[in-house]
């Protein structure tokens, strides 16, 4: 069965990580939503400004348009998703979207965010990212999954979970 799976939290929560480890898994394409953000977008978070409901829209829609393109073939897709509004978004081009919710504590993101090297979102975007955050309402059906745990661990738990 294919999967159209949108690995989502704050950054610093595991997306790349874990994402990559799900389509593996899955024999699926995975791609990282932030390839999909415009250079605009980019320099923003750069210059440490958290991007607006306006600079995440054209983002979102080439993401549902991404996922429209794989509908019945399948793919995992990382990306924030903080808002329910920007997962309605998703799932009007991709009505079978499936969400793992990557979640943790704000101290380990952002410790976690700290460490990565060579990425454009700073460490001091992670709290404006939890204040933004809505977590998925259980009737969105998100796998809900602790950080804590180890990449393979949360990989292997969404997989069970996705096929369940």
């Not at 874990?18 to 250079?39: C, K, M, N, Q, T």
């Not at 979207?97 to 990425?119: I, K, P």
């Not at 999954?145 to 738990?157: F, G, I, N, W």
């Amino acid at each position: 069965m294919s999967h159209l799976v949108l690995v989502m939290g704050v950054s610093g929560a595991g997306k790349s990580t874990v994402g990559p480890l799900i389509a593996e898994r899955l024999g699926l394409r995975f791609d990282d939503a932030d390839s999909f953000h415009p250079p605009a977008n980019v320099a923003k978070m750069s210059r440490g400004e958290p991007l607006d409901d306006a600079d995440r829209a054209p983002w979102l829609d080439a993401i549902g348009a991404h996922l429209a393109a794989h509908e019945g073939i399948g793919c995992v897709v990382t990306c924030s998703a903080l808002k329910r509004a920007y997962r309605d978004r998703l799932r009007v081009p991709a009505p079978g979207l499936r969400l793992v919710f990557l979640q943790g504590d704000l101290a380990l993101v952002a410790a976690r965010q700290a460490a990565r090297q060579g990425h454009f979102m700073p460490a001091s975007l992670v709290a404006s990212q939890f204040a933004t955050l809505e977590p998925p309402a259980p009737e969105e059906g998100a796998i809900l999954l602790d950080v804590a745990a180890t990449p393979q661990a949360l990989a292997e738990a969404a997989i069970a979970a996705l096929r369940a």
